[in-house]
């Protein structure tokens, strides 16, 4: 997916809209899509059961990772501690719910 960042300041270098833009775009369009399904899950819209059919557990364990030191700095820059907070949800809601989840990731954190 993404070169994974360990620091804000590598992520907005990664991500910078100007330097490259369809990198960005793809950011913006990932976690919005996390975002959407955190809506619909907190919202009862969506069963779990299909939610996990069509993005496996694994995927928005891995997204939420990937993009949770970015959210935080943005979070504080906006001052909007609610800025990706249903995608934060969908996380949360994932780790409870598949809670041996890490066999599934092929990365270390």
């Keep these: 997916m993404f070169k994974k960042a360990t620091t804000n300041e590598e992520f907005q270098k990664i991500f910078n809209p100007i330097n490259n833009p369809e990198l960005f775009a793809e950011m913006i369009f990932i976690r919005q899509r996390y975002q959407s399904l955190g809506i619909m899950l907190k919202e009862g819209a969506v069963e779990p059961s299909l939610l996990y059919k069509i993005h496996p ?6 997204a939420w990772e990937h993009f949770k030191l970015n959210t935080f700095a943005r979070r504080a820059e906006i001052n909007d501690p609610t ?3 249903e995608f934060e949800y969908l ?4 780790k409870k719910r598949v809670p041996d989840i890490k066999r ?3 990365y270390e954190q």
């Design 57 to 62: 557990p694994h995927s928005i364990i891995v």
């Design 91 to 94: 996380y949360n809601e994932t």
């Design 104 to 106: 599934f990731i092929r």
């Design 83 to 85: 800025h990706m907070s």
